[in-house]
């Protein structure tokens, strides 16, 4: 943890999603309340960032066409958007440990169906799969999240299926199987924990790909449904006013891009301080 | 060789016919029938049940899937609910302005990231790495359809120099040679900058981790050792090293690349296989969605074959290896 913090992207990744999900989570005390109120419409639309509207009221970034205060949304919004983004990631761990655990532990034909799935599922459009499964169902927050939960487990359960094959022929594993241990033991307390290092890179990259996922769909509007904020449709509200307010658009996608920057910066520091063979004396 | 390139081709076809299937599966256990809804609410159930066998749908879905593989073989792949324009003319019309697209941004993106990649791996470590780091991660964290608008935003509506929407001007049919060219480039500007840029940042951070890894290797010291240049060191024994998993990189990433595609579409009006996807999709159209999808999973497939020949090519390596 200490040597994660002293790398400096690390460092910078760590910070800048601490502030981010502190953010979300005392949401009511950093704005001024309900993220879809509207007061009146015609008086309090477009106002520009770091004005006050004619009440009095201030808005650090603005007004969108509803009157509504685009920092209030963009604060709400980080905890659908953060939330949607950390439990699609968790299904898709959660499948590609399982799947990717059994096929390298149990060879033979299970193996062999679960990888073939596995190089299947990587091969289809991903985009492709998001927009039909959106676009057939009624959209909404938990079909978003199990979509990118089901469409992101492969790259995992490769990962995984990689680690565990190899530490299967290590000796300290051949050691436990001398002893007895039960094979789901084996599997569960011996070689498991040794292969997640990979695992919790992918796990900070995925959230990142996850949050930008959704404000895709939520652009098209299959995504988080209005009036509920997320990044992505608030994205999407902004791009019918952009000439008039262009802030309504950035605020969402530089808080977006900083959150993504945040994960993969996160993952990279993590990657380098998790391999045993870049530690230097 | 031929015995590889054959299992690998199997092995693309079966991908190919599996995305169909889902597709014609997903489609076809969503909610909603097309049925009630062309015939409308007051339709008896002996309409529906005519309706039905006259469109095949009362078939098992084996059946139906299999009717549906035989006639898209033979070329007849339905008519657009939504436009009644052949499905194939529709595509037909569409699918070079995407490869135009999506193959322009390839090449160039790989071409500058891998410059990039190269400079960061010569001076790791060094100021220019980091500031060039900081650069490629953040366009590798931009979503395509914001950093599209921003584009819009700023070159379209503030500086009033290129055009946001489509892939011509009205007048493009009455421009003569040159004019008619520089339309076209104009209007291809915005959306390949987008999807350039965003590709640059992933290409850049592959080839840099690729290069490192590269000169870390015995043959690199020894290149050393002799007295070459670190321009000789670079250019003629690691980059050529280092560019056997950009090439894989660079069939791998077509999907996404082609994911990207549909969103830059849809943003600028582009008239390529993703806008007519999304809008065959937001309109139920099944015929387009079904012939879209199978289109777009064959490029796919095709590029990842593709630039598994390439890596073949460049690397004796992996040709042995499959010999």
Known sequence: ?281 | MLARLGHRLLAAVAVVLGVVALTFVLLHSAPGDPVALMLGPRATPEQLAAQRQVLGLDRPLPAQFASWIARFAKGDWGTSIAKGRPVRVLLGAAWPATARLVGLSLVLSYLIGLFVGAVQAARSRSRTDTALSVATVTLFALPGYWLALMLVLVFTYWARVLPAFGAAGLDSDYLSGGAHLLDQVRHLALPLATLTLIGIGGAARFVRGAMLETLSQPFITTARAKGLTARQVIGRHALRNALTPVVTLLGLSLPALFSGAVFIEAVFAWPGVGRVLVEAVQARDYPVVMAATAVSAVLVVAGNLLADILAAWLDPRVRSAAA
């Not at chain 1, 399982?98 to 390298?104: K, R």
């Not at chain 1, 299947?120 to 079909?143: G, H």
């Open chain 1, 1 to 281: 943890m200490t040597r994660l913090l002293r790398d400096r992207r690390g460092a910078f990744g760590a910070f800048v999603l601490l502030v981010v999900m502190l953010c979300a989570l005392f949401a009511p005390l950093l704005t001024n309340g309900n993220p879809a109120a509207q007061r009146d419409i015609v008086a309090t639309r477009f106002v520009p960032p770091l004005s006050s509207d004619v009440r009095g009221e201030f808005h650090a970034l603005g007004t969108d066409r509803f009157g509504r205060d685009v920092w209030t949304r963009l604060v709400y919004g980080a905890r659908v958007s953060l939330g949607v983004g950390a439990v699609a990631v968790l299904v898709s761990l959660i499948l590609g440990v399982l799947i990717g655990a059994v096929a390298g532990f149990w060879r033979g034909p299970l193996a062999v169906t679960l990888l073939g799935i596995t190089d299947f599922a990587l091969a289809v459009p991903r985009v492709v799969l998001l927009l039909l499964l959106a676009a057939l169902w009624q959209p909404s927050t938990v079909l978003v999240v199990a979509v990118l939960g089901l469409t992101g487990w492969m790259s995992v359960a490769r990962l995984v299926h990689g680690e565990v094959r190899a530490l299967a022929a290590r000796p300290f594993v051949e050691g436990a199987r001398a002893i007895g241990a039960h094979r789901l033991r084996l599997l569960g307390s011996h070689i498991l924990p040794n292969a997640l290092t990979p695992v919790i890179v992918a796990a900070a990259l995925g959230v990142g790909n996850a949050i930008t996922l959704e404000a895709g769909l939520s652009y098209f509007g299959l995504g988080v449904q209005p009036p509920t904020p997320s990044w992505g449709n608030m994205i999407a509200s902004g791009r019918d006013v952009l000439v008039n307010a262009p802030w309504v658009a950035a605020a969402p996608g530089v808080a977006l891009v900083l959150v993504v920057v945040a994960c993969t910066l996160l993952g990279d520091a993590l990657r380098d301080v998790l391999d045993p063979s870049k530690q230097l004396p």
